[in-house]
């Protein structure tokens, strides 16, 4: 009994004695900072992406640490700047190589210079076929191609408009085959067109002894041609008039209304679409081609000096057509037979132009970015600043009215107030001050075409400032199928889609003044709220309405559709509160979230992420995230500022 009474109290004494080492056993161990030589290798490596040389190690093994000062000299180096390009490189996602299709139909190549794409079916009645390069456009009665049947009469028509100086039969139509005097084939042995022509037997068919250059000869050689006996649309066809010389090839049965009733003989003539003057049609069945002509004036992408040959619709620099009084400033230029590519051939590229345009628009918002943190700005400029800046191809974009129909961007100041850049220097980035418009990188063509629509802009901003994204909630719950709320065409009203539109759609109002799937600014004076033109294309049931309405509702859907037609499309479902949003642009946005401290807490969030590679965990969001993002905001919102407290930290020094 003694040694049970006696024994209790001493275990209990030994379990009391016991519990301070178990505790602290439970307890982690102090965290070891990094020795200096490892803290000034991370710090290099993030600040300047290299190692530190040898040399900087002993300088720091002298001196025992790395301080502050040594931190913010590592930040006034150019390495450190491209780090931070790259950095927001990221953020941004600044690559619009895949936003932006540069089709090939405004570009030129070949010698002569010339159109190779789809255009070429209006300008010269065949796929990718280019001008005559062995005829001078304004020599054409000198050098006939096929003298033995017909040469030019004029070698433009009364505007001064290049009119066909040779032409080709179109071998989607025809099977044309060489003359050879060693042919097996009897209407080929023949050793031109001339020998055919004064031949009894088969000089009846001159008309479609074709002159055709060959490369293989380097000159235009003879080929007969005629309709291809292999296709079903042309195997039918008989020679008219059926003795003599042959004019044509017609259907023997044309009652049956067959898609190929007739083939004429190729000529210089072009119809007219519709009877109207100032339009060209290419014949049917023939390839009708312009001349040449050699200028000393260098397309604008050329260092070179020597005289070019351009093709003579391509060669021209006119503002309208001068029959229609169309504007040859928009994308039907390159359709155009009257309009060409313009001074220096600005309406025109090659392949190398469209690289390096999209390659500096890709580039534009870096150097904003680059701007603010190289001066030690307020780092929230980068969303409001109307600074910017061109190199030599967005300076020749923009002061030469460039890249139509494939980029659609407004200049973003006045042209004569647009730094001038030579095109072939695409390293020398000018600075210049954009208008009232812009707002930082937010409306730039890189930031706009990345993020075509205004709920993709809302989301990349949500995302990449907040921090916040965008899901609905866990409870999130959905009517039935048949309930009226799942036909409701506004997303931030209907059941299931409001959990985020109900955000997504006011935020992204600030960008209503900003075409979708453009980077197009639409001012007020050219496209209000309310157009009745448009309003009254819609009524009446015309929903093109000339081309000129594709930013208006032209169809109603609903209700709300029915009562807004002629109505800028950004305006349908908003209310008040919202369309001050649309006329306060971005900037808005970016001053009603500065009042939250979501900015500054993302940012610190991001910088963190950054440079210790992973993200804060709960416990030192509570340990620092408050801290930081009120430091940050007390010193001026200085990125370099918040880079050093952060690399300066515990918690980046620490081995964990």
Same mark, same amino acid.
């Given at each position: 009994m003694f040694?049970?009474?006696?024994?209790?109290?001493l275990?209990?004494?030994?379990?009391l004695?016991?519990?301070?080492?178990?505790?602290?056993?439970?307890?982690?161990?102090?965290?070891?900072?990094?020795?200096?030589?490892?803290?000034l290798?991370?710090?290099?490596?993030?600040?300047?992406?290299r190692p530190p040389t040898?040399?900087?190690y002993?300088?720091?093994?002298?001196?025992?640490?790395? %301080?502050?000062? #040594?931190?913010?000299?590592?930040?006034?180096?150019?390495?450190?700047?491209a780090?931070?390009?790259?950095?927001h490189r990221?953020?941004?996602r600044?690559?619009?190589?895949s !936003?932006?299709?540069?089709?090939?139909?405004?570009?030129?190549?070949?010698?002569p210079?010339?159109f190779?794409?789809?255009?070429?079916?209006?300008?010269?009645?065949?796929?990718?076929?280019?001008?005559?390069?062995?005829?001078?456009?304004?020599?054409?009665?000198?050098?006939?191609?096929?003298?033995?049947?017909?040469?030019? %009469?004029?070698?433009?028509?009364?505007?001064?408009v290049?009119?066909p100086?040779?032409?080709?039969?179109?071998?989607?139509?025809?099977?044309?085959?060489?003359?050879?005097?060693?042919?097996?084939e009897p209407?080929l042995?023949?050793?031109?067109?001339?020998a055919?022509?004064? !031949?009894?037997a088969?000089g009846?068919?001159?008309?479609?002894?074709?002159?055709?250059?060959? !490369?293989?000869?380097?000159?235009?050689?003879?080929?007969?041609?005629?309709?291809?006996?292999?296709?079903?649309?042309?195997?039918?066809?008989?020679?008219?008039?059926?003795?003599?010389?042959?004019t044509?090839?017609?259907?023997?049965?044309?009652?049956?209304?067959?898609?190929?009733?007739?083939?004429?003989r190729?000529?210089f #003539?072009?119809?007219?679409?519709?009877?109207?003057?100032?339009?060209?049609?290419?014949?049917?069945?023939?390839v009708?081609?312009?001349?040449?002509?050699?200028t000393?004036?260098?397309?604008?992408?050329s260092?070179?000096?020597?005289?070019?040959?351009?093709?003579?619709v391509?060669?021209?620099?006119?503002?309208?057509?001068?029959?229609t009084?169309e504007?040859c400033?928009?994308?039907?230029?390159?359709?155009?037979?009257?309009c060409?590519?313009? #001074?220096?051939?600005?309406?025109c590229?090659?392949?190398?132009?469209?690289?390096?345009?999209?390659?500096?628009?890709?580039?534009?918002p870096?150097?904003?970015?680059?701007?603010?943190?190289r001066n030690?700005?307020?780092?929230?400029?980068?969303?409001t600043?109307s600074?910017?800046?061109?190199?030599?191809?967005?300076?020749?974009?923009?002061?030469?009215?460039?890249?139509?129909?494939?980029?659609?961007?407004?200049?973003?100041?006045?042209?004569?107030?647009?730094?001038?850049?030579?095109?072939d #220097?695409?390293?020398?980035?000018?600075?210049?001050?954009r208008?009232?418009?812009?707002?930082?990188?937010?409306?730039?063509?890189?930031?706009?075409?990345?993020?075509?629509?205004?709920r993709?802009?809302?989301?990349e901003f949500y995302?990449?400032?907040?921090?916040k994204?965008?899901?609905?909630?866990?409870?999130?719950?959905?009517?039935?199928?048949?309930?009226?709320?799942?036909?409701?065409?506004?997303?931030?009203?209907r059941?299931?889609?409001?959990?985020?539109?109900a955000?997504?759609?006011?935020?992204?109002?600030h960008?209503?003044?900003?075409?979708?799937?453009?980077?197009?600014?639409?001012?007020?004076?050219q496209?209000?709220?309310?157009?009745?033109k448009?309003?009254d294309?819609?009524?009446a049931?015309?929903?093109?309405?000339?081309?000129?309405?594709s930013?208006?509702?032209?169809?109603?859907?609903?209700?709300?559709?029915?009562?807004?037609?002629?109505?800028?499309?950004?305006?349908?479902?908003?209310?008040?509160?919202?369309?001050q949003?649309?006329?306060?642009?971005p900037? %808005?946005?970016?001053?009603?979230?500065?009042? %939250?401290?979501?900015?500054?807490?993302?940012?610190?969030?991001?910088?963190?992420?950054?440079?210790?590679?992973?993200?804060?965990?709960?416990?030192?969001?509570?340990?620092?995230?408050?801290?930081?993002?009120?430091?940050?905001a007390?010193?001026?919102?200085?990125?370099?500022g918040?880079?050093?407290?952060?690399?300066?930290?515990?918690?980046?020094?620490?081995?964990?």
């Amino acid at each position: 009994m003694f040694s049970v009474r006696c024994l209790a109290p001493l275990a209990s004494a030994a379990l009391l004695l016991a519990l301070p080492a178990a505790a602290e056993e439970a307890v982690c161990a102090p965290v070891a900072k990094v020795p200096l030589e490892r803290h000034l290798r991370q710090l290099s490596l993030d600040l300047l992406g290299r190692p530190p040389t040898i040399e900087e190690y002993k300088t720091f093994q002298a001196k025992g640490s790395v %301080t502050a000062e #040594d931190v913010r000299q590592m930040m006034g180096q150019e390495p450190f700047y491209a780090r931070m390009r790259e950095f927001h490189r990221a953020l941004l996602r600044s690559n619009i190589n895949s !936003s932006v299709n540069g089709n090939g139909d405004y570009r030129v190549s070949g010698t002569p210079l010339s159109f190779a794409g789809n255009n070429s079916n209006a300008l010269r009645g065949g796929q990718s076929q280019r001008c005559d390069g062995e005829i001078a456009q304004d020599t054409c009665k000198a050098n006939p191609q096929d003298g033995h049947s017909l040469t030019p %009469t004029t070698c433009r028509d009364a505007q001064g408009v290049p009119l066909p100086v040779s032409y080709d039969y179109d071998t989607n139509f025809y099977q044309c085959r060489l003359l050879d005097p060693a042919s097996t084939e009897p209407e080929l042995k023949y050793a031109d067109c001339n020998a055919l022509k004064a !031949s009894a037997a088969h000089g009846k068919y001159v008309n479609f002894c074709d002159n055709r250059y060959s !490369s293989t000869a380097g000159k235009s050689v003879g080929y007969l041609c005629l309709p291809d006996p292999a296709k079903t649309s042309t195997n039918v066809l008989k020679p008219f008039p059926e003795t003599g010389v042959i004019t044509a090839f017609v259907h023997p049965n044309p009652e049956t209304k067959p898609n190929l009733e007739r083939l004429e003989r190729c000529t210089f #003539d072009l119809a007219r679409r519709n009877n109207i003057n100032g339009t060209w049609v290419p014949q049917r069945g023939c390839v009708q081609r312009d001349g040449y002509v050699t200028t000393t004036v260098q397309p604008y992408w050329s260092v070179a000096t020597e005289p070019v040959k351009v093709c003579a619709v391509e060669a021209q620099d006119r503002a309208t057509n001068p029959y229609t009084g169309e504007s040859c400033e928009t994308g039907r230029f390159n359709s155009d037979r009257s309009c060409g590519c313009g #001074d220096r051939m600005r309406r025109c590229e090659i392949n190398d132009v469209h690289t390096a345009r999209v390659a500096a628009f890709n580039e534009e918002p870096l150097l904003i970015t680059d701007s603010v943190v190289r001066n030690d700005e307020p780092y929230f400029n980068i969303l409001t600043t109307s600074r910017s800046f061109v190199n030599g191809p967005l300076s020749e974009f923009y002061k030469q009215k460039q890249g139509v129909a494939v980029f659609s961007v407004k200049a973003p100041a006045d042209v004569a107030t647009l730094p001038a850049v030579p095109y072939d #220097d695409k390293t020398t980035w000018a600075v210049y001050t954009r208008d009232n418009t812009h707002s930082g990188v937010l409306t730039t063509p890189a930031f706009l075409y990345r993020f075509p629509t205004q709920r993709a802009r809302v989301n990349e901003f949500y995302e990449a400032f907040l921090c916040k994204h965008f899901s609905p909630a866990a409870d999130a719950t959905l009517p039935s199928p048949d309930d009226a709320c799942n036909r409701e065409n506004n997303l931030a009203k209907r059941c299931g889609c409001n959990y985020c539109h109900a955000t997504i759609e006011p935020t992204g109002a600030h960008w209503g003044r900003y075409a979708e799937r453009s980077a197009l600014f639409l001012s007020a004076e050219q496209f209000p709220r309310l157009d009745p033109k448009c309003r009254d294309c819609a009524i009446a049931g015309d929903t093109n309405c000339g081309g000129e309405c594709s930013q208006y509702v032209m169809q109603a859907f609903d209700g709300d559709g029915a009562n807004s037609l002629g109505l800028l499309k950004t305006y349908l479902y908003r209310t008040p509160a919202e369309e001050q949003n649309i006329e306060g642009g971005p900037q %808005t946005l970016v001053k009603r979230m500065m009042e %939250t401290g979501d900015l500054e807490r993302c940012t610190v969030k991001r910088v963190w992420n950054e440079f210790l590679g992973r993200a804060m965990t709960t416990e030192e969001q509570r340990m620092y995230l408050q801290t930081l993002s009120q430091d940050f905001a007390k010193n001026n919102h200085s990125m370099k500022g918040l880079i050093e407290q952060v690399v300066m930290s515990d918690a980046y020094r620490r081995i964990d």
